[in-house]
């Protein structure tokens, strides 16, 4: 059952700045491999948002130091166990994402033929900017990449700003200080701190640093927060031990290697993954190139091209909108997971056991399958995209447009049998078989649907109640190769 929630940040949520067609991003990032990896997808999606910023920062796990023989000791546990005092750690520098563009730019002109609204390079580089990167949680001082941000939170675009933390969170803090400094004895600092809030979306993968506790949170309360501890995990190294087996193969280097790494251009030959012999500079920690270190590790055994970890792919997908409806509403679940609205905080989203959707192949709540259930798809719009690198527009396969006549927004009374109309259109002239699915945990129960050829039903419960919702999934996957699925989310209102 969903739980009822505060009012004020769902109008948030649903009135501010989604109604404009390109939503505005800047991403942070501390430059791990599976940043470097989550960079590389994320450049195939380009098209779908506006980048205005591309931040070098530092988290638990990188920061440059001060060159000066400065140490510290990490404020988070896990860390400070591993590593003890350090002078520096694992530092990848600032030039991979520069490095990265220009082979972006090799294959830019072949993804302007499938989509006219890639950005080119040099659109890209412009934002690359570097922030706070010499110690772990770092904030004390202003940088390129923190006056960039605060930059864009007090300009005159009403558009809301989504702010990818892929490392720590301290640039973003940093940012949202340094306005806090420049403007809190001005007259009218309440507008600007409200304006502020309601402009910033921190999508967060776990704390990476202590700044969004210690100075974020407290200080910034009305700052909307999608808080992903759990559920990034199926996109990161133990992803083996999380996804369930029927997804798997699409995350193994027998799909991987043919179609995404290899033979697609320079930008995909980048991408790490298991025994492929890439090395990053500045890792020590980054053995997984090597093939005869990764036949058994911890996490598990695997092969040449199998998939490492991209377990910041989960922000930059909530921008990509594939019909889900979930951007407005993150309880609603989608390709970036699924977050319910914290009991401390209504404008942080969490993921967890409140989170939890019905595993089939278990059985059983899994705190992970909000993520997981989107896999297959996700893996297999990649590898399109991939293709969208090297081939024209009629070699390569493109994503159907999904359409329920009936709307998306259906009122009806408990018990009642609705019908509803599916049609598509695909580009590509490829025949759209339909599923359609009752989405329990992301309304307020099970609807019975019923799917024949091109129109389906709904069954809603003898049980349901005034102002409850039932949320119906129309999946339609498209018969190129790859094969790639669009939705509808249709929710039935209890009048």
């Not at 409200?194 to 700044?211: C, F, G, L, P």
């Not at 033979?263 to 890792?283: A, M, R, V």
């Not at 055994?301 to 989960?314: H, L, Q, R, T």
């Not at 939890?356 to 399958?369: C, F, I, W």
């Amino acid at each position: 059952m969903k739980k009822i929630s505060l009012i004020i940040p769902l109008v948030l949520l649903f009135t501010s700045g989604f109604a404009q067609q390109n939503k505005r991003t800047i991403v942070t990032t501390d430059g791990e491999i599976d940043d470097v990896d989550t960079f590389i997808r994320f450049l195939m999606y380009t098209n779908e948002f506006d980048t205005e910023g591309l931040i070098y920062s530092s988290s638990m796990w990188h920061w440059k130091g001060d060159g000066k023989g400065t140490t510290m000791v990490s404020e988070m546990e896990m860390t400070r166990n591993i590593y003890g005092e350090r002078s520096e750690l694992r530092w990848p520098g600032t030039t991979w994402i520069q490095e990265l563009l220009s082979d972006y730019a090799k294959v830019h002109h072949n993804l302007l033929l499938h989509d006219k609204n890639y950005p080119s390079a040099e659109e890209l580089l412009a934002v690359v900017k570097v922030g706070n990167i010499d110690f772990e949680g770092e904030m004390d001082k202003r940088t390129e990449g923190s006056k960039w941000i605060a930059e864009r939170l007090l300009d005159d675009d009403s558009r809301e700003i989504f702010l990818q933390a892929w490392g720590g969170t301290n640039t973003i803090a940093r940012a949202l200080r340094s306005i806090e400094e420049d403007y809190s004895n001005h007259e009218n600092w309440k507008e600007i701190k409200e304006k502020v809030s309601k402009k910033a979306i921190i999508y967060t993968i776990m704390d990476q640093d202590a700044t969004y506790k210690k100075y974020i949170g407290p200080n910034w309360p009305n700052i909307r927060v999608f808080y992903n501890a759990n559920q990034f995990w199926c996109f990161a190294y133990p992803w083996k031990r999380v996804v369930p087996k029927s997804q798997q193969p699409y995350l193994e280097g027998s799909f991987m290697g043919s179609n995404i790494i290899n033979g697609h251009g320079p930008l995909l030959q980048n991408y790490y993954s298991y025994g492929d012999g890439q090395k990053q500079e500045g890792d020590p920690n980054h053995f997984e190139g090597d093939i005869s270190k990764i036949a058994q590790t911890e996490r598990g055994s695997f092969s040449k091209y199998d998939f490492i970890s991209e377990g910041d792919s989960p922000a930059f997908l909530h921008l990509v909108n594939v019909g889900l409806d979930n951007y407005k509403d993150p309880s609603r679940g989608g390709w970036s997971g699924r977050f319910e609205q914290s009991e401390e905080n209504p404008y942080r989203y969490e993921d967890g056991d409140a989170a939890a959707d019905l595993n089939p192949e278990t059985g059983e709540m899994d705190k992970s399958y909000p993520q997981t259930r989107w896999i297959k798809p996700m893996q297999l719009d990649f590898a399109a995209r991939a293709d969208w690198c090297v081939k024209p527009f009629e070699e390569a396969n493109h994503p159907p447009k999904i359409k329920v006549v009936e709307g998306n927004s259906i009122h009806a009374v408990a018990g009642e049998v609705i019908p509803i109309n599916l049609s598509y259109e695909d580009v590509d002239g490829h025949p759209v078989y339909f599923k359609v699915w009752p989405y329990a945990e992301a309304g307020d129960g099970m609807a019975t649907v019923t799917l024949e050829t091109n129109t389906a039903t709904i069954q809603i419960p003898y049980t349901a109640q005034t102002g409850e919702e039932f949320h119906v999934i129309v999946e339609g996957t498209d018969t190129g190769f790859p094969a790639l699925t669009r939705y509808r989310r249709v929710i039935v209102i209890i009048d």
